[in-house]
């Protein structure tokens, strides 16, 4: 027996809402990394603001007293490749609009946020700062 188109509708509809179940579950967008660090920094500091892509720059191209900043190896244009400052080996853009794959995997964020901070700060980023980083990063066209 032929479905009733507004079975076949409802069919699609919730074919259509499970490919997008599966969608999100499958990857995480630079939109859900900017929420993560806004609740992760008001559950440290309830009075914490909003991030700042202008702090974010200045964090991203500051040496924070040491040797490297993050521009050292992602370039002061993160919309351009970048070159390890001490392998030479290339760096593919940070900022996700010239990468659409940053800011899509957890624990890659995780994991290079973690080993960056602590080579430029010699600590782990606070999540005020890595929203402020990711605030610069998005904020780039
Ligand atoms: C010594 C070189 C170097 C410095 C300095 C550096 N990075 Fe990186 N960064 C890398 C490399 C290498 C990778 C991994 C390769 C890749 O993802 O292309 C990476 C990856 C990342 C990623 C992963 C993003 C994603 O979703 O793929 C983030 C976030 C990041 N860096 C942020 C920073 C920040 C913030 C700073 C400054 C505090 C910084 N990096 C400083 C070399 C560096």
């Known amino acids: ?14 074919a259509m809402l499970l490919l ?5 579950a499958a990857a995480d967008t630079p939109a859900d990394f900017a929420r993560r660090f806004d609740a992760e920094a008001r559950k440290l500091d309830p ?6 892509a202008a702090r974010g720059e ?11 900043s993050c521009s050292s190896c992602h370039t002061a244009n993160p919309l351009q490749t970048g070159r390890h400052a001490t392998t030479g080996k290339t760096i593919a853009p940070l900022a996700p ?19 960056n901070c602590k080579d430029v700060l010699s ?10 980083v990711l605030a610069y990063l998005r904020s780039l066209q």
């Open 20 to 24: 997008l179940a599966a969608g999100r």
């Open 47 to 52: 009075g914490q603001g909003d991030a700042s």
């Open 123 to 132: 600590r782990e980023c606070t999540p005020a700062e890595k929203g402020d």
């Open 97 to 115: 609009a010239a990468n659409a794959g940053r800011f899509t995997s957890p624990a890659k964020v995780e994991k290079w946020f973690r080993r």
């Open 1 to 14: 027996m032929p479905l009733s188109p507004n079975k076949s509708r409802a069919g699609v509809l919730a």
């Open 58 to 68: 200045r964090f991203f191209k500051d040496p924070h007293g040491g040797e490297w």
